[in-house]
């Protein structure tokens, strides 16, 4: 198989998987599962308490669920407005990601020459690492302040356990991230060998053009005036053969 046609399908297969994880991160933003906790204190009714980055809910064994949204901005504690930035910044890379892959792949054959698209396609790859990135630190870094307040003993408060779209949003993550690398990888090692290459022709070509100007400019010209010094051995030299002839 020619190596353009595995370096298309490795773009198409990176793009198809930078697209799932993209989608997975996007879907833990409304999903209310980010942390849960089981109460079954009550005698009847059996109290289920569930939250993600937006919003605190209830819901009991009659399926009924009460949300209530944070009520202030400033009183939040800091890794949970962190997380937030992180799970946006994530997502608008993962975008970006997206468009530029569309540009630069070679099968869509919307860019310019081939080492263009090679740049294209690894800003592509490597705006879906950042993504993929900020998603694995923010998904991570909740995770970690809810189990050690869970393992904590002094921690006097409600505790809570890992929710399912912790889970996605690793899952989402670790798609972005190895579609990224793998686009960062091949793009860039087409793309700035093309390019060095480039350089490296045009930096030879001057120089034999300069090299052709100056055997041209130190090529001595034909003088339109007769030279009278070699007339002059010449007939000297045609002389001394006539004579030799005639002894």
Request: proline share 3%; hydrophobic share 40%.
């Amino acid at each position: 198989m020619h190596y353009r046609t595995v370096i298309m399908y490795t773009e198409m297969g990176c793009f198809v998987a930078c697209v799932c994880g993209w989608i997975l991160v996007c879907s833990t933003m409304p999903i209310e599962y980010w942390t849960y906790s089981e109460v079954e204190s009550i005698v009847l009714t059996s109290g289920h308490y569930f939250s993600n980055l937006w919003k605190d809910c209830l819901s009991d064994s009659t399926g009924i669920s009460d949300c209530k949204d944070f009520p202030t901005l400033l009183a939040l504690q800091t890794y949970i407005h962190l997380c937030r930035s992180l799970v946006i910044i994530s997502i608008i890379l993962g975008l970006f990601g997206s468009i530029l892959a569309l540009v630069g792949m070679k099968c869509t054959k919307l860019g310019g020459s081939e080492y263009v698209n090679a740049r294209v396609t690894f800003a592509a790859g490597m705006n879906y690492l950042v993504s993929g990135l900020c998603g694995m630190v923010a998904y991570s870094w909740y995770a970690h302040k809810v189990i050690s307040e869970f393992m904590d003993p002094n921690y006097k408060a409600k505790k809570f356990e890992l929710g399912s779209a912790l889970f996605v949003g690793w899952g989402g993550s670790a798609l972005l991230v190895v579609g990224g690398f793998v686009y960062s990888i091949t793009a860039g090692k087409e793309g700035f060998q093309s390019s060095s290459k480039t350089q490296e022709m045009s930096y030879h070509t001057p120089s034999s053009n300069h090299s052709e100007a100056n055997q041209k400019t130190y090529s001595p010209p034909l003088s339109p005036i007769p030279d009278r010094a070699n007339q002059t051995y010449s007939k000297a030299h045609k002389g001394s053969h006539a004579v030799d002839a005639y002894v």
